[in-house]
């Protein structure tokens, strides 16, 4: 007997049945009432059918379950099961040629008018040629020169694809030719290119704007990589606030966010669940989406006083002669327990709102370099940066975050503000080679003449990890514990100019990295 699992419940169509009515005709004719509307014409005009369309909105429901009753009564086969009369048959006759451009595309439509088409210029020298006889039959004519066949065994020549890499590289390459004629002697002998025309040339040195012909040019910046600037990732955070982080100073912008630092801390309530997607993640990348970073808690730390910003620039640029004077730290280091350093105090807290994985090939900073006056000398620029003069730097962007301030950790004696530290010190150190690698990760995969100098860092890093893994097998040697390398975790280096910071509040105190680049929202995306 078969189970009740077994049993198979056909599901059909909406039916409507037609029924026969052998009434007669009623015996008296229709009753019509003669009403004067004046005339159809009224109902033809378009200013009736505008308002008719206002007046009276469509009167269709949208019902997912519902729809057209269909007949199914006299399809063959239809109630015995045999659905073959309704569904499209699997090999479906050839269109006729007749209705096949019924069945065109908009696209093959549009495509369809520009396939035969040749220029005006084209046209007009066929026409004049064609009817040279009758414009001119008086006038002389040259002995026609017999044309040169051209030969069936020649081919044609084949289409270029433009998204071909080899084509792309020959478009690029001519860009740097046309834009620095200088360099051409001194391209590798591998590099190909495509022949600059006069009209690309004067392109370059007369720019045009596109569709407006009054638009003249201000000023030129060439665009170029910024191989001076790293950091630890090897690429660039963008930081967008939903409002401004600090409130205006003195009716004007508080530029100690031009120095401000990011102390950053897991989000407890939003770590649980992340660390469950990321496993989902990793086990299971196919059928799972990438959870991305894990999300912090950004504590944003600036100095006490507005007056300092300029002091600290010079005290925190490396290249600076002034970096060390006594008495330009007069008064701006302050002493600790155990910290000697400029303080930053807590000043906001931002949970991560969104924090997302950006792809560096795409999304790039653009910053904009003129030279600088003879009185602004808090960050002098690079020879490299005053050699090229005007330009514009891009920086790649690997992670993106959107804050929003949080009022619920405001209050520094909030049991949720227990783990973010109320006062940092910061103070420059000399970075470690792994952190001198990774700020010149970015130069040394581009710049060919810096691959000598990156190769003795690669090599300082690997002398650096052997001496540090030395170390700690003569620490665990002297502690008798055993060689294993579990729990062992590595910290996060420095983001600028090896900056250190130490964390100070009512209950513990503990050395963290400066984990901030200029986190002011000036980077846009390009």
């Known amino acids: ?81 045999d659905e073959s009369a309704i569904t499209a048959p699997l090999h479906p006759p050839p269109v006729d040629p007749t209705d096949a451009p019924l069945l065109q595309t908009l696209h093959e439509i549009k495509s369809q008018g520009t396939r035969n088409n040749v220029s005006f210029l084209r046209k007009t020298q066929y026409m004049t040629s064609q009817n040279a006889n009758t414009i001119a039959p008086l006038a002389g004519r040259a002995a026609a020169r017999p044309r040169k066949r051209a030969s069936l065994t020649s081919a044609a020549p084949s289409a270029v694809d433009r998204e071909d890499k080899e084509n ?46 009054h638009a003249t040019a201000v000023s030129y910046h060439p665009i170029i990589p910024d191989l001076e600037a790293g950091t630890d990732l090897s690429a660039w955070c963008r930081f967008k606030f939903e409002k401004p982080p600090l409130a205006p100073n003195r009716a004007a912008r508080d530029n100690r966010i031009d120095v401000g630092s990011f102390f950053t801390v897991p989000d407890k309530a939003l770590e649980q669940a992340w660390l469950i997607k990321n496993e989902a993640w990793k086990k299971e990348p196919e059928s799972y989406d990438d959870p991305g970073p894990q999300p912090h808690k950004f504590s944003l730390h600036i100095p006490r006083r507005p007056e300092d910003v ?21 008064g701006l280091v302050e002493a600790d327990d155990n910290a000697q350093g400029i303080p930053y105090d807590r000043a906001r807290v931002y949970p991560t709102v969104e924090q997302t994985n950006m792809d560096s090939q795409r999304f790039m900073a653009l910053g904009l370099y003129n030279k600088p006056s003879s009185t602004r000398s808090s960050s002098p620029p690079s020879a490299a940066k005053q050699a090229q003069g005007t330009a514009a730097y891009y920086y790649p962007i690997n992670e993106n975050v959107r804050l929003r301030a949080d009022r619920k950790l405001a209050d520094f004696g909030s049991e949720e503000a227990e783990d973010l530290a109320d006062v940092i010190y910061v103070a420059p150190t000399e970075p470690t080679a792994q952190q001198i690698y990774n700020r010149h990760d970015f130069r040394g995969r581009y710049d060919r003449l810096f691959a000598h100098d990156f190769k003795k860092m690669a090599d300082a890093v690997e002398e650096e990890e052997k001496r540090e893994l030395e170390a700690l097998e003569k620490e665990r040697a002297e502690l008798g514990e055993p060689d294993d390398m579990e729990g062992v975790q590595g910290t996060r280096p420095a983001s600028q100019g090896g900056a250190e910071a130490s964390s100070v509040n009512g209950h513990a105190r503990h050395d963290s990295p400066l984990t901030a680049d200029d986190d002011d929202d000036d980077m846009h995306d390009h």
């Open 310 to 330: 300029p002091r600290i620039k010079k005290h925190l640029f490396t290249g600076h002669p002034r970096a060390d004077d006594p008495e330009l730290l007069a």
């Open 168 to 213: 792309i590289k020959r478009h690029v390459q001519k860009g740097f030719d046309i834009a620095y004629p200088e360099s051409i002697p001194y391209n590798p002998p591998e590099t190909r290119s495509h022949p600059a025309t006069q009209q690309e040339r004067e392109g370059w040195r007369n720019p045009k704007h596109p569709t407006n012909r």
């Open 1 to 81: 007997m078969a189970s009740g699992a077994d049993r198979g419940f056909k599901q059909d169509l909406v039916v409507s049945i037609r029924y026969r009515n052998d009434l007669p005709p009623p015996p008296m004719p229709p009753k019509l009432l003669d009403i004067d509307t004046g005339g159809i014409q009224q109902y033809l005009t378009t200013s009736y059918a505008s308002s008719l369309a206002r007046r009276e909105m469509p009167n269709i429901d949208t019902d997912a379950e519902g729809g057209m009753a269909i007949d199914m009564v006299g399809v063959p086969g239809y109630f015995l099961g």
